[in-house]
């Protein structure tokens, strides 16, 4: 069996795997287009007085999170309930065991219960591809290292096109810890994909080179329709190591302050937010936030992505949609 830690390098092959949804690397356009499409139709589902689709009845979703998570666990345990799919999450956040072991462990035993799909957030890079050849089960990347977050990119896709009407042209400025960060890698990938652009904002030592245009200089942000804000990743940065000289100067030269925007820019941030630090409470309380938006996306994004797994395209969505 694998051992996680030898697959330590930044970016893992794509699967090829189209079973799975372990990367934004192994996605086409046509899938992104897929998935928003479907996740659109199930939007006006959630308007209803009864939201629930009787769509994935009798499957198995089981959500495994080796990491603390709000947004995301708490997103598909509801998109699964709400496609009347039985779920169940397992929370080992603290565990002390060796992570390799222990995770194929609980790849073997998860398997017995015959899941459909294996949801799973993990420290390890590679951690749901390794679950995705040890199960029968399609696994979800719900984050991996910081390496992935597939789920995380598809949803800020449909917030974009959601507040702009396209995504075609669209410039995004990401500001923050880009090193130590699965979702600015996976967002990256994803606006390339649908003709959108980013630039990578922050400190230099926090700026990974090859994944796209990088500045330190916050001004950088003016040209950007979307500014979106991430945190200080402490938990993955290596212990003593100084990636910014404080959090007070990082907030100086790099908190986005109601200042430092200009009218119609828009700001997102996947959460965790720190108030303060990385992000004015002025501006997260502000019409310029879409934090909220993302949230919901989230819902009906991680719906379009279990029942994609699950069925058979397209031509199903409608019916599917339509059974309601
Ligand atoms: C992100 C994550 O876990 O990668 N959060 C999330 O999924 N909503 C970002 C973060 O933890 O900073």
Redesign the pocket.
């Known amino acids: 069996m694998t051992d996680l830690r030898v697959v330590g390098g930044d970016l893992l092959p794509p699967s090829d795997d189209r079973r799975h949804l372990l990367s934004v690397a192994d996605l086409t356009r046509d899938d992104v287009e897929r998935l928003l499409a479907t996740a659109r139709s199930f939007a006006h589902s959630q308007e209803r007085d009864n939201k629930k689709l009787p769509t994935l009845r009798g499957r198995l979703i089981l959500n495994v999170f080796y990491?603390s998570?709000t947004?995301?666990s708490s997103s598909f345990e509801l998109a699964a309930k709400r496609l009347s799919a039985d779920t169940m999450t397992l929370k080992a956040v603290g565990s002390s065991v060796d992570k390799g072991e222990s995770l194929k462990d609980t790849a073997l035993t998860l398997s017995a219960y015959d899941p459909d799909v294996i949801v799973l957030r993990h420290p390890e890079i590679g951690a749901a591809q390794f679950v995705a050849r040890a199960t029968d089960a399609r696994v979800v990347n719900a984050?991996d290292g910081k390496h992935q977050?597939p789920t995380?990119a598809l949803l800020d896709l449909h917030t974009m096109r959601e507040a702009f009407g396209r995504l075609d042209g669209l410039q995004v400025a990401i500001v923050g810890d880009i090193t130590h960060?699965?979702?600015a890698r996976s967002l990256v990938q994803a606006l390339k994909l649908v003709g959108a652009s980013a630039i990578l904002v922050g400190p230099p030592a926090l700026l990974p080179v090859g994944l796209a245009p990088t500045t330190s200089d916050i001004a950088a942000i003016a040209d950007a329709d979307v500014v979106y804000v991430?945190?200080m990743?402490q938990e993955r940065m290596l212990a003593g190591a100084n990636f910014v000289p404080s959090l007070r100067e990082y907030t100086a030269r790099w908190g986005i302050t109601p200042e430092r925007l200009r009218d119609g820019q828009r700001v997102m941030h996947?959460?965790?937010m720190n108030r303060g630090v990385e992000i004015d409470a002025r501006v997260a309380d502000s019409d310029a936030s879409l934090v909220v938006d993302q949230v919901r996306s989230g819902l009906i994004v991680r719906m379009a992505v279990l029942y994609d797994l699950l069925t058979t395209g397209p031509v199903a969505v409608e019916s599917a949609v339509g059974v309601a």
């Open positions: 990491e998570s947004r995301t984050g977050h995380q960060s699965r979702v991430l945190r990743q996947p959460g965790p």
